[in-house]
């Protein structure tokens, strides 16, 4: 089992900064790859950026390539999504997820069916 609680998600400016943070727990924790998926009003849920178990590889989308950046605090089980020269484009819920490690390395990662937990979401609104 593992859990994932996301926060940090609040209303900012087009141009702006915003960090979200995932705190991850479970005992099979080190099975699973953690990344971010996003879902705007009336659009499906779709991949933002994944980092592998042991942080040796990460995958953005290109739509935030360059923008966001992936990291971990492993000391806090913290999963944390730096989202910079936003736009309204990225308005969204954003929740973190857990994939299977072998998906990460078989290229099996890219849709919402591939992850096994999910948190509950944090809302980003870009104002324009």
């Known amino acids: 089992q593992v859990q994932l609680v996301e926060s940090g998600g609040r209303l900012v400016q087009a141009g702006g900064s915003l960090r979200l943070s995932c705190i991850a727990s479970g005992n099979t924790l080190g099975d699973y790859a953690l990344g971010w998926f996003r879902q705007a009003p009336g659009k499906e849920r779709e991949f933002v950026a994944l980092?592998?178990?042991?942080?040796?590889?990460?995958t953005y989308a290109d739509s935030v390539k360059g923008r966001f950046t992936l990291s971990r605090d492993r000391a806090k089980n913290t999963l944390l999504l730096e989202m910079n020269n936003l736009t309204p484009k990225d308005s969204a819920v954003y929740y973190c997820?857990?994939?299977?490690?072998?998906?990460?390395?078989?290229?099996?990662?890219?849709?919402?069916?591939?992850?096994?937990?999910w948190g509950q979401g944090t809302q980003v609104t870009v104002s324009s």
């Open positions: 980092m592998s178990v042991i942080g040796d590889r990460t």
């Open positions: 997820a857990a994939c299977p490690a072998w998906k990460y390395y078989s290229g099996d990662y890219l849709l919402p069916n591939e992850y096994d937990y």
